[in-house]
């Protein structure tokens, strides 16, 4: 099981100042650890269900690209973006701009949205939970659009782009990973089985989570596609006096049923150091882990 790091909390000692070095820090811990994925939570207030909206919440693609410049080897997505964020085409040229710059690195990780406090708070349209879903597909279709040869027009239900350049076309080739979020089984995990390389689904039970890829296969098959050509990816907490046992364990089950990743939040006041404390130890040991 590979391993990676998703900061969500920056409401870290020093106050703004300090942020840049805290980010820096938990980043470069990551990798000198062996992660082998880096990412923010895309939101423009805090969450409400981890502290309070008012909180301190860094803006998504700026602060990727200033990991990028202090990094090597990981790759780098939000966990996930909400489609409602930002226009397809701009986020299409956001990403390939990252991709560009980290010299091949850049995710684009992709989800409906649901925050509707930080919509209304900054005049963003949130439209039906429906309309989103339509809209999220039409996302995936134009930035796939945008990384392939085809400039041309695209014409759907809500975004119609004249042109559809992008140039410079990423460094990865074919493109740039896509990961899709969220354990909707009707819609969510079709998308996934339609059109991504990865999913996230919470750690919740090894129950629920085996119920969830047993849906995803039968998507998969339903659009010809295979299951292994998607990793299997979920997230779990973890501060500085986690038990490394303890959350090895917990893991292997997960790997048992077919998940392949796991993204860690680091919490607490010194985020580096968690990754320094625990993950560092966790990583090979979760390297071990075989999947089904």
């Known amino acids: 099981m590979d391993v990676g790091i998703h900061m969500i909390n920056f409401t870290l000692p020093g106050g703004p100042g300090a942020l840049r070095d805290h980010v820096a820090g938990t980043a470069e811990a990551a990798e000198e650890a062996g992660c082998t994925l880096f ?21 998504g693609y700026t602060a990727l690209g200033f990991v990028a ?32 710059l980290s010299g091949g690195r850049a995710m684009l990780g992709l989800g409906a949205a649901w925050y509707e406090r930080e919509h209304l708070g900054l005049g963003v349209p949130y439209p039906p939970i429906a309309e989103r879903f339509e809209r999220l597909e039409e996302t995936l279709q134009i930035c796939l659009q945008m990384w392939s040869d085809d400039d041309g027009p695209y014409d759907g239900a809500h975004y119609r782009l004249a042109e559809t350049i992008c140039q ?15 354990g909707g089984e009707k819609k969510t995990l079709k998308l996934v089985a339609r059109y991504a390389d ?6 919740t039970s090894p129950d629920e989570v085996k119920h ?8 998969c098959e339903r659009e010809g596609r295979d299951p292994a050509e998607i990793q299997n990816t979920t997230l ?22 077919g998940m392949q990743h796991v993204q860690i939040v680091p919490l607490g006041p010194d985020p580096a150091a968690v990754v320094r404390r625990v993950v560092a130890e966790a990583v090979p040991r979760l390297a071990e882990l075989s999947t089904s």
């Open 39 to 59: 990412t923010f939570m895309d939101h423009y207030f805090q969450m409400e269900a981890f502290t309070r909206s008012e909180d301190p919440m860094l803006e």
């Open 69 to 100: 410049g202090r990094t090597e080897t990981m790759e780098l997505g939000l966990l996930v973006t909400g489609v409602t964020y930002r226009y397809p085409g701009l986020l299409a040229k956001i990403v390939t701009t990252l991709d560009v």
């Open 168 to 182: 410079p076309k990423p460094v990865q080739q074919p493109r740039p990973r896509i990961m899709v979020g969220g």
């Open 198 to 203: 990865a999913n996230n689904l919470f750690a």
């Open 212 to 219: 969830k890829l047993d849906v995803l296969a039968e998507h």
């Open 236 to 257: 779990t907490r973890v501060a500085i006096d986690a038990d490394v046992d303890e959350l090895v364990a917990t893991m292997a089950q997960y790997a048992a049923i």
